[in-house]
């Protein structure tokens, strides 16, 4: 009898097993990171474009998260409304085809990042982008645009911010374009990375703000000012390091 009992408890335990009752609880999602770009950057400089410099740095910088690549001919604009639900960070780079965004797209990207806390970043040429526009409320432009430097360099400027984890005090790399202050936009929380330009011929370094924080309501929004694409700025080791801080610094 009590053999029998066993028996009918261990078959009792192994269909509740086979019928998931004792199953794991399912894997919880990665978080999602969605690198933007529209495709016009110079394939001798960046085969896969910029959003594929990126997201290679991404991938191998935060292993624990989902890296997709997205961009302005890919269906939807790149983000369909099931991408970008997910989407906890969003990376943006613009130059030459702002006007061709759509501005439904625009307006559930400001939404989803100030009412649900998406993390937004926006580089370089993406200052004119309508996102970054719309999300800065101002002109978003710059004092001056300059094809005449030869390198630009990055000095930390607040050490205690995570995105400023594990740089060294300064860096640099070549550019061959300058933006010049004053850049007009609301004044930011906090300017993680200062720097400068430096200039051909005779002239002084021109320096400039290079990293720049908000907080747009439930959302964060991180601006960096270098990234034309005639320089493999993405392929650098420091500025790689900078988009992995920052995504993660963004993330809600």
Same mark, same amino acid.
């Given at each position: !009898?009590?053999? +029998? ?21 399912? #894997? ?14 110079? *394939? ?8 594929? #410099? ?10 624990? =998260? ?25 990376? =943006?780079?613009?130059?030459? *085809?702002?006007?061709? %965004? ?7 990207? %400001?939404?989803?990042?100030? +009412?649900?806390? !998406?993390?937004?970043?926006?580089? $370089?040429?993406? $200052? ?13 432009? =710059? ?7 030869? %390198? ?24 061959? +374009? ?29 320096? #400039?703000? !290079? ?31 900078? !988009?992995?801080?920052? %995504?993660? =610094?963004?993330?809600?």
């Amino acid at each position: !009898m009590i053999h +029998e009992t066993s028996r009918r408890d261990f078959l009792g335990i192994s269909a509740a097993v086979a019928g998931g009752l004792f199953a794991r609880p399912p #894997a919880k999602p990665k978080p999602c990171v969605v690198v933007w770009s529209e495709g016009s950057a110079p *394939k001798k400089v960046y085969p896969n474009d910029i959003n594929g #410099a990126i997201a290679e740095g991404l991938t191998k910088d935060l292993p624990a =998260w989902e890296v997709v690549k997205a961009g302005i001919d890919d269906p939807e604009q790149g983000l369909p409304d099931d991408l970008l639900k997910r989407c906890n960070v969003l990376v =943006w780079w613009g130059h030459v *085809k702002h006007g061709k %965004v759509d501005n439904k797209l625009v307006d559930r990207i %400001v939404k989803r990042v100030r +009412e649900e806390g !998406m993390g937004f970043l926006s580089l $370089h040429s993406s $200052h004119f982008a309508k996102t970054n526009k719309a999300l800065m409320g101002t002109a978003c432009s =710059w004092g001056a645009y300059k094809g005449d430097s030869l %390198v630009c360099k990055i000095v930390v400027k607040d050490a205690s911010h995570p995105i400023a984890a594990g740089l060294p005090k300064e860096f640099s790399f070549q550019h061959h +374009e300058r933006y010049s202050e004053p850049y007009a936009v609301p004044e930011p929380k906090t300017v993680v990375l200062d720097g400068a330009h430096t200039v051909k011929g005779d002239k002084p370094d021109d320096a #400039a703000r !290079m990293g720049l924080c908000w907080q747009l309501d439930k959302g964060k929004f991180f601006y960096f000012q270098p990234g034309h694409e005639t320089n493999p700025v993405f392929m650098d080791e420091n500025v790689r390091k900078v !988009m992995a801080n920052a %995504v993660k =610094w963004a993330a809600p």
